[in-house]
């Protein structure tokens, strides 16, 4: 009951300090919505308490996810430091409190749908519902594509808890009807798409054809926008196949190393979606930043958190002062705001790597445990 | 790349610590050994699997097969030799059938024996000819049309008419028609025995006076600039006028430098004046126009003011100051708007303390700037209220000979001939000279093309540009025979396409690109962003080849 109090307290909280911001500064969801760092040609949409809702579905969805205790105890590995972690009225409240959360909400960007498919599918995925899981990753591919990405970790994730929770299922079976059913899924939409637009192809380019050749070069907090406009004409092509074959190389080399932790995969590769996609928002590194908290147990292992949080705080705040300086005032040039997103790229990239590190540092901890708590040294 | 980095220590970095430091590493567990090697093949299965294919797809240049044979051939002239067959009309109402076609016999003799200059010939023919066959045969009106467009154009027609009060033939040239009529006396009736009478000999020469200039323009232009007798003034008018372009924008431009006149009816004088000959030059060019009105213009400061004479009582510029007259840096005259090339006309009206303002040497009132417009002086009637002033607006009227200046300056810009006195003479003379122009532009430019794809092997070769060669060889084909055929508006018509696409053809934008982009600078390109990223996974494959090869010693050694 005590939680549950908690619970609603941190909800009602969220839900009112959301509409207490659009009461107060009217002008903020415009303001908002127009901003470079939270708006990308791809997310943007309108209508705000709907969106207050949304946050607040995927607060719930990041408590199942927390409860489960997926992040410290998986079927293959068993976190070193259990005891250290929040529960998940907590999880959510960090969720639901975080700038970066609060600013794409009140932006109204359709990211956050996609938010909400990818961790539906992890909530699914941990209670055992791999169907609905598959189903809710379909949605999500569907929306913004990068999603697929994200198959084979949850399909280990799936597998591991079917394995715990009833019997272990014939791998390859398991895969490839998961597959058909995330194929039938996503075609099946495309199918109502085709319904509803009548123009197939047009509607194929206009949408996945728009994340994958990356025309729009509006200014983002990624890292492509600039590279392209550099890029001579004749290998924008080479490049666009280099990034994007660098944005999937990551899942099998995240898959086979951290096999023993399926969920801890899907958080790094979205951390890694943050950084290295066509058109990353906040939005995208505040789902990270969702997970994140989830390894709790890991925060005492990593070594540049220090350095790592001031480059992203660094960035959030010179990154508007960057921009409107550069479009606004002209005072400044693009790089002034480029070279802020490259410190953004490298705060997310130096979490992630520590993260990874600790991760990794928590396995051999367990593999020795003689040399826990002692001095680790890079060869 | 951190998770092949970031990995424990290798069996060989272990054996080499063993040795200096007392603390030593775990031994790797085969477990991880298997899952390092798993990262590993993970990363190069993307690589090679789906990166080395994008990269040979999109870096392979397309280049499309181009006939590069046929394009220097006709660069070279090898396959079309321009003629121009010019097909005259003789009617002789007055003459018996026998009677006129010896005229015409004898005319064509004599005409022959002048000229020696074979690609352009004339060809007589007897107006009558053509009527009465097509009035013996039944033929529908569909054929007779068809007919009409494989017929040769008829370039003039020379009508021979008895006048009785004459002693020697004479002849007389229609200015607003392709139409020459000769009168002659009554009793110079060729006689059936005379092999070179007075008449023919006569038209004779005047069809050569006619079309002499247009053939010594034809004949400088295939020859390249070499000089012959008369050749100078041709090269000279040449020079003079603009590069054929397909449209042509044309700025008509009031200076002044007072407050007044600040309006002119500049658009009833354009339709007026100018439209009826912007239409008869449809088939060489399309125009554009635009107008303007400038006051308070001021003569630049480096120009030589105008000179009050005391003889002329007229203020006077020299003649060789007159490309100061154009104050280039403050007047607002762009030197090209849009695609076509620009010609400016500038109406200046002189302050009325400068007024009547005319050239120093000829009294003339306007010049031609060349290659780039033509200025005409406007000196309208002072009106005399308290002090001299110009009229607030010039009118239509008023406008005219400023009109029909910058109208001559038009023609001369776009290289009409001179002679004859017959505007429609001179655009067909025209027609022949710009047709035999592109066809020449539109051949070397495929030669250039053909031998740019030929030493640069490296650039791409668009299927956009085989589409445009092709286009353009075909309208060379059909150009050629076209002028064979004495169509000449048809063969500027081709001559147009064949131009433009072999111009598209040769300034396509992604092979120009490439032009200057040599293989070296391919490392600068690929290089800051693959290095970073190849350096550790060939580091990783590497090692992890190295400890298979030394795993499998190691097993065939036990």
Wanted: some cysteine; aromatic content about 12%; proline content about 7%.
């Amino acid at each position: 009951m005590a939680v549950d109090r908690r619970k609603i307290a941190v909800f009602g909280a969220a839900f009112v300090l959301r509409l207490l911001l659009v009461c107060l500064f009217p002008s903020l969801p415009d303001l908002l919505t127009g901003r470079v760092e939270v708006s990308t040609p791809v997310n943007s949409f309108k209508r705000p308490i709907f969106y207050f809702l949304v946050d607040l579905v995927n607060a719930q969805a990041l408590i199942t996810i927390s409860e489960s205790g997926q992040s410290v105890q998986t079927r293959l590995h068993s976190a070193m430091r259990k005891h250290i972690r929040w529960d998940g009225v907590s999880i959510a409240a960090w969720f639901l409190f975080s700038p970066f959360t609060i600013a794409t909400c009140l932006a109204r960007s359709t990211s956050v749908f996609t938010t909400t498919g990818i961790l539906y599918a992890v909530s699914n995925a941990v209670d055992g519902n791999s169907i609905n899981a598959i189903l809710a990753l379909g949605f999500a591919s569907y929306i913004s594509l990068y999603p697929a990405l994200l198959f084979v970790p949850l399909m280990l994730l799936c597998y591991d808890r079917q394995a715990q929770l009833s019997k272990t299922p014939n791998a390859a079976v398991f895969f490839l009807q998961h597959g058909a059913i995330l194929l039938g899924s996503v075609v099946g939409l495309l199918g109502f798409s085709y319904l509803i637009t009548r123009n197939f192809w047009e509607f194929m380019s206009a949408t996945y054809g728009f994340h994958l050749l990356v025309p729009d070069l509006t200014p983002n907090v990624g890292l492509w926008w600039y590279f392209f406009i550099e890029m001579f004409d004749s290998f924008r092509e080479f490049f666009l196949g280099v990034f994007w074959l660098h944005l999937a190389a990551y899942v099998g080399g995240f898959t086979a190393r951290l096999r023993r932790q399926p969920l801890f995969i899907i958080t790094s590769l979205l951390g890694v979606f943050a950084i290295f996609k066509p058109y990353p928002s906040i939005s995208d590194a505040s789902l990270y930043f969702a997970l994140l908290p989830l390894y709790r147990h890991l925060f005492p292992l990593m070594r540049y958190t220090f350095f790592a949080i001031s480059a992203l705080l660094y960035s959030s705040l010179l990154g508007p002062a960057f921009y409107h300086l550069w479009i606004y005032a002209g005072s400044g040039n693009a790089n002034f705001f480029y070279a802020i997103t490259l410190v953004w790229s490298l705060g997310l990239s130096i979490l992630l790597a520590d993260s990874i590190f600790a991760a990794l540092r928590d396995e051999w901890e367990q593999a020795h445990p003689e040399s826990q708590g002692k001095e680790v040294k890079q060869i | 790349m951190t998770t092949i980095n970031g990995d424990q220590a290798s069996p060989k970095a272990s054996a080499a610590t063993k040795s200096s430091t007392a603390r030593v590493p775990p031994p790797e567990t085969s477990e991880a050994v298997q899952t390092r090697f798993r990262v590993i093949a993970a990363f190069w299965a993307v690589i090679v699997l789906l990166g080395f294919p994008i990269w040979w797809k999109t870096t392979s240049i397309y280049r499309a097969h181009l006939p590069i044979q046929e394009m220097v051939d006709w660069d070279e002239g090898k396959i079309c030799r321009p003629v121009f067959p010019l097909e005259i009309h003789v009617a002789a109402p007055a003459m018996q059938i026998s009677e006129s076609q010896h005229l015409l016999r004898t005319t064509q003799h004599s005409l022959d024996d002048f000229n020696e200059f074979a690609a352009h010939h004339l060809r007589l023919k007897l107006a009558n000819d053509t009527s009465a066959s097509n009035a013996n045969g039944d033929q529908t009106a569909e054929t007779e049309h068809e007919a009409a467009e494989e017929r040769a154009d008829i370039a003039l027609t020379v009508r021979v008419l008895p006048q009785d009060d004459l002693t020697a033939p004479r002849s007389e040239i229609h200015a607003d028609a392709t139409q020459l009529d000769v009168f002659y006396p009554p009793n110079q009736v060729p006689l059936p025995s005379s092999s070179n009478p007075p008449l023919s000999a006569f038209i004779a020469q005047e069809l050569q006076g006619l079309y002499s200039e247009e053939k010594a323009t034809i004949a400088h232009i295939l020859s390249g600039e070499t000089a012959g007798s008369d050749s100078e003034s041709i090269s000279r008018r040449l020079r003079r006028s603009m590069k054929y372009a397909d449209t042509y924008h044309l700025s008509f431009s009031l200076f002044t430098p007072g407050p007044v006149p600040s309006s002119w009816d500049i658009e009833a004088a354009v339709k007026e004046y100018l439209t009826p000959l912007l239409d008869a030059f449809a088939p060489i060019s399309n125009f554009t126009v635009d107008t303007q009105v400038q006051l308070y213009a001021t003569f630049s400061p480096m120009a030589p003011p105008p000179v009050y004479d005391e003889a002329e009582t007229a203020w006077t510029l020299k003649k060789e100051d007159l490309s100061a007259f154009i104050n280039a840096a403050e007047w607002p005259l762009n030197p090209s708007i849009g695609s076509g090339p620009t010609l400016n006309f500038v109406l200046y009206v002189p302050a009325p303390s400068q007024s009547p303002m005319l050239v120093k040497e000829n009294r003339a009132s306007s010049w031609i700037v060349p290659q780039w417009g033509g200025v005409s002086l406007l000196n309208p009637p002072l009106s005399e209220e308290l002090s001299p002033s110009n009229p607030k607006h010039l009118t239509q009227e008023s406008l005219r000979p400023a009109f029909m200046t910058f109208s001559h300056q038009l023609l001369t810009l776009l290289g009409t001939p001179a002679t004859p006195s017959s505007l429609p003479l001179r655009l067909q003379t025209l027609i022949r000279v710009r047709a035999a122009t592109l066809l020449l532009s539109a051949s070397s430019t495929m030669g250039s093309l053909a031998r740019l794809t030929e030493s640069l092997p490296s650039i791409p070769i668009p299927a956009t540009v085989a589409s445009s060669v092709s286009t353009t060889l075909t309208h060379l084909g059909t150009t050629c025979s076209s002028l064979r055929d004495g169509r000449f508006a048809a063969a500027l018509a081709s001559a147009r396409v064949a131009e433009t696409e072999a111009e598209r053809s040769f300034f396509e934008k992604s092979m120009v690109g490439q032009v200057y982009f040599p293989d070296e600078h391919k490392v600068a390109v690929y290089l800051p962003l693959l290095g970073p990223i190849g350096v550790p996974l060939i580091v990783g494959l590497l090692k992890e080849v190295k400890r298979l090869i030394a795993g499998r010693k190691a097993r065939a050694g036990a």
